[in-house]
């Protein structure tokens, strides 16, 4: 089993910075690939970014490539999501997930098998 919680979230203006984290309780968090979504208000949930379980291959949605990274730490089980240039269309809740290691980083939500509770992301204009 993983357990995720997701944290950072919270009000910005337009123009600003977030970083999220999801800290991973498992045995051994290399073992997995790890992915952020969103949800905004009255939209589905939509891939944002996705990272391998080493960190060396990462994949981003096209409407955050170029000011979102997503990148991992290992050694602290813990996943970030660096948000910059942050718009109003950026509010939403932000989700990790997590699936096995694969050959392919998915940008799926239903090949995800666990998931945080998610944190609220408010972009202001």
């Known amino acids: 089993q993983v357990q995720l919680v997701e944290s950072g979230g919270g009000l910005v203006q337009a123009g600003g910075s977030l970083r999220l984290s999801c800290a991973a309780s498992?045995?051994?968090?290399?073992?997995?690939?790890m992915g952020w979504f969103r949800r905004a208000p009255g939209k589905e949930r939509e891939f944002v970014a996705a990272?391998?379980?080493?960190?060396?291959?990462?994949v981003y949605a096209d409407s955050v490539k170029g000011r979102f990274t997503i990148s991992r730490d290992n050694a602290k089980n813990t996943l970030y999501l660096q948000m910059n240039s942050l718009k109003p269309e950026d509010t939403a809740v932000y989700y990790c997930?997590?699936?096995?290691?694969?050959?392919?980083?998915?940008?799926?939500?239903?090949?995800?098998?666990?998931w945080g509770q998610g944190t609220q992301v408010t972009v202001s204009s």
């Open positions: 990272i391998s379980w080493s960190g060396g291959s990462t």
């Open positions: 498992v045995r051994t968090f290399s073992n997995y690939d």
């Open positions: 997930a997590a699936r096995g290691s694969s050959w392919y980083l998915s940008q799926k939500e239903y090949e995800y098998n666990y």
